[in-house]
């Protein structure tokens, strides 16, 4: 790959899994927040969507009072823009292969940091944990 591999890889329902996964399958975000970033054919995100929102949970995501969370691989351009508000039954996407990926998955990544993330904000590995922390 030519970015480092943060985040799991996983199937629309969140179950750790790195193949079988239906192409097609619809990707819901895991927290309510704000579009910022959307991306259609990145060399290494595909067609992704990045969502910001305010920790849910600083006991267990201890970064700081702001997450970013990242997803990625979708099959065709994401259904959200900049700026929308998503919540948990908005459907982002479909489950797909792009950008540097090697089979059909959702790669979902989450950054947490004390200062809220902004449409200015490129990538940073800066502030990645372990999603399942969250998903349990």
Same mark, same amino acid.
């Given at each position: 790959p030519s970015i480092s591999h943060y985040g799991i890889d996983r199937?629309?329902?969140y179950k750790q899994s790195d193949g079988g996964n239906a192409p097609g399958d619809p990707i819901y975000p895991i927290y309510s927040g704000t579009v910022v970033k959307v991306y259609e054919k990145n060399a290494d995100f595909g067609n992704? !969507?990045?969502i910001a929102s305010s920790n849910p949970n600083t006991s267990?995501? /201890? %970064? %700081?009072?702001?997450i970013r969370h990242l997803y990625m691989h979708l099959n065709s351009k994401p259904l959200v823009q900049v700026g929308d508000y998503v919540t948990t039954n908005t459907v982002l996407g479909y489950m797909g292969t792009t950008g540097d990926s090697t089979g059909v998955h959702l790669h979902? %990544? !989450?950054q947490a940091r004390s200062t809220a993330y902004t449409s200015s904000d490129g990538y940073t /590995?800066?502030?990645f944990f372990d999603p399942e922390l969250i998903l349990k």
């Open positions: 199937d629309a329902h992704s !969507v990045w267990v995501i /201890t %970064g %700081g009072a702001y979902l %990544g !989450v /590995t800066n502030g």
